[in-house]
């Protein structure tokens, strides 16, 4: 089986389907994402893009409300905060790296309106 993301006017994600295999096949049973694609754009309409759970396709698994950025052909959780900027492997960093002196009993959150890490 193979997931598919529908994608909004921003490329914002706002379904994921799965599809079967002989739906995305070639004639030699070969699975080809733009078969998968374009059975998705001809039964529901709309643009597809292909995603899978263990990140192989586009770096992250496509959640409702995820984007897709089409820069790093990669599915990025929606952006945490203002100040935080997308990495090559999609993944959100904040502007300054986490503390790591922090713990269970006096962790850190971050701060957007001094962009810092604050103790909780």
Same mark, same amino acid.
């Given at each position: 089986?193979?997931? #598919?993301?529908?994608? %909004?006017?921003?490329?914002?994600?706002?379904?994921?389907?799965? =599809?079967?295999? *002989?739906?995305?096949?070639?004639?030699?049973?070969?699975? *080809?994402?733009?078969?998968?694609?374009?059975?998705?754009?001809?039964?529901?309409?709309?643009?597809?893009?292909?995603?899978?759970?263990?990140?192989?396709?586009? *770096?992250?698994?496509?959640?409702?409300?995820? *984007?897709?950025?089409?820069?790093? %052909?990669? #599915?990025?959780?929606?952006?945490?905060?203002?100040?935080?900027?997308? %990495?090559?492997?999609?993944?959100?960093?904040?502007? =300054?790296?986490?503390?790591?002196?922090?713990?269970?009993?006096?962790?850190?959150?971050? %701060?957007?309106?001094?962009?810092?890490?604050?103790?909780?």
């Amino acid at each position: 089986m193979a997931h #598919f993301a529908q994608l %909004d006017s921003n490329n914002v994600v706002i379904q994921v389907i799965v =599809v079967d295999n *002989k739906d995305t096949a070639d004639a030699y049973g070969t699975e *080809k994402e733009h078969i998968g694609a374009a059975f998705c754009e001809r039964v529901l309409g709309g643009t597809w893009k292909q995603t899978s759970y263990n990140g192989n396709k586009r *770096k992250n698994y496509a959640g409702i409300g995820y *984007k897709y950025h089409a820069d790093i %052909d990669a #599915f990025a959780a929606p952006q945490p905060y203002p100040s935080w900027t997308l %990495d090559a492997d999609a993944k959100w960093q904040p502007p =300054v790296a986490m503390p790591t002196d922090g713990t269970m009993e006096s962790p850190y959150t971050w %701060d957007e309106a001094t962009t810092s890490w604050v103790r909780v």
